[in-house]
């Protein structure tokens, strides 16, 4: 039943489709190919052709679904409001019942995959990146290497502010909280500093986002209704979290559930409260001084987060408001990456082309900083410095707007204490 579902709904946004290309320049596969099979339109003309039986799956199938970014910059582009993912989710439906159960995945993705189950193993595994950097190991493997090596900073006490005055649930995420912890702690403080009281429950999970889109829908499906479970004590406040990419699979349970008679229903009242941590921020009446160090700062965007929350101008705003640094707008800093979940494990060729690109523009703009709203982003921006030998740090949106917030709050002759 579930796939019939699946199937019908695909063939629904298929039939909204004009095929007006107006996705095409939209799409990041498209434009490193130029080949219609790498982009939107013509991965729905294959979907639709093995649905209505008039194609085989083996057809091309396969090698243009599996390198789709699943970015979504597709759908923001599309007059008629398709909804691509749901045609995509469908082809890879049809490739599954075609092929192994691994769907493809090899050795490296399956694990990182259990790793967003024990986060433990995960952090573990980022404090070893350099000792590992000197085994021998897959391709794969080895570029995660300078992904990992990141030391996380202690964030220090938040300045004491006035009672809190409302509340947020906070969603720490896996990768996120295992690897970049310091930038959910330095997003907590701001939150506090403002007059919020932050409930992290502690029974709440991976998103599941990795294990959907890699066609582990069980899996998915477990964990979200296990974080269902765990805000729901929270109440009706806003449920906030640093990572784009989760934000964007949280406020898309109410989908995922839309069948299911004893879910949907709280799933939709969970979706509901999703919202940005940088929205929450932004829309303060009165916003304190963040005071920079005279650096000059480039934003990466979450494509998720831009595509799919429609949250994107709120990571803009706020680096703006840093006095004494530089923000310099990129015209990419909204499209993908090249990170995509685990896109960069499983097409390391096709990600470093789509990463190099990005990094030219980045390169111009001679930056001190990139800072990034998704640990994916993170992660891959790292990766990116590393090629390109550019000097600069990558660094979580909330935790370079702690810091600024923190100089703000203290006399000029102490700000060397901050760091």
């Avoid at 990041?28 to 639709?48: F, H, K, N, Q």
């Avoid at 477990?222 to 784009?244: D, H, K, S, Y």
């Amino acid at each position: 039943m579930e796939l019939e579902s699946r199937f019908k709904a695909a063939l629904g946004e298929i039939d909204h489709c004009n095929k007006c290309g107006f996705c095409l320049p939209a799409c990041p596969t498209y434009r490193l190919t130029g080949s219609e099979l790498d982009s939107p339109r013509g991965r729905i003309a294959l979907v639709e052709g093995v649905l209505k039986n008039e194609i085989s799956v083996d057809r091309g199938l396969e090698a243009s679904l599996t390198y789709c970014l699943g970015c979504r910059a597709c759908e923001t582009a599309c007059p008629s409001g398709v909804q691509y993912h749901r045609v995509l989710e469908a082809g890879r439906t049809l490739l599954d019942k075609s092929r192994p159960r691994h769907r493809g995945l090899t050795f490296v993705p399956r694990t990182l995959l259990r790793l967003t189950r024990q986060p433990r193993q995960l952090r573990r595994l980022g404090r070893l990146a350099r000792r590992l950097s000197k085994w021998p190991m897959p391709r794969s493997m080895k570029n995660l290497i300078p992904m990992l090596d990141y030391q996380p900073q202690i964030v220090p006490p938040t300045p004491t502010r006035s009672e809190p005055q409302a509340a947020v649930a906070f969603f720490q995420g896996c990768v996120q909280e295992a690897l970049f912890g310091d930038a959910n702690q330095a997003c907590q403080a701001l939150l506090e500093a403002f007059g919020y009281r932050v409930d992290v429950p502690s029974q709440q999970t991976c998103c599941g986002a990795l294990a959907w889109h890699a066609g582990k829908t069980d899996q998915a499906r477990n964990m979200a209704r296990r974080n269902i479970a765990a805000f729901e004590a929270t109440g009706q406040v806003p449920l906030v979290n640093t990572a784009g990419g989760c934000g964007a699979m949280l406020s898309e349970y109410a989908e995922i559930f839309a069948e299911d008679l004893e879910w949907a229903a709280r799933a939709e009242h969970f979706s509901n409260r999703v919202q940005d941590w940088t929205g929450i921020i932004r829309d303060q009446s009165v916003l304190p001084r963040f005071v920079g160090e005279g650096s000059r700062v480039v934003l990466q965007n979450s494509c998720h987060l831009v595509n799919v929350e429609g949250g994107g101008d709120g990571p803009a705003d706020l680096a703006k408001w840093v006095e004494g640094d530089t923000f310099l707008e990129l015209k990419g800093q909204n499209q993908c990456c090249g990170s995509a979940g685990i896109y960069n494990i499983q097409h390391p060729d096709w990600s470093g082309r789509l990463l190099d690109k990005k990094m030219e523009e980045v390169s111009c703009a001679s930056p001190d900083r990139i800072v990034v709203v998704n640990p994916g982003c993170q992660l891959q921006m790292t990766w990116g410095v590393s090629r390109s030998g550019l000097s600069a740090e990558v660094e979580h949106l909330a935790r370079y707007l702690y810091r600024a917030f923190v100089r703000g709050q203290r006399e000029p002759q102490s700000l060397d204490q901050v760091e």
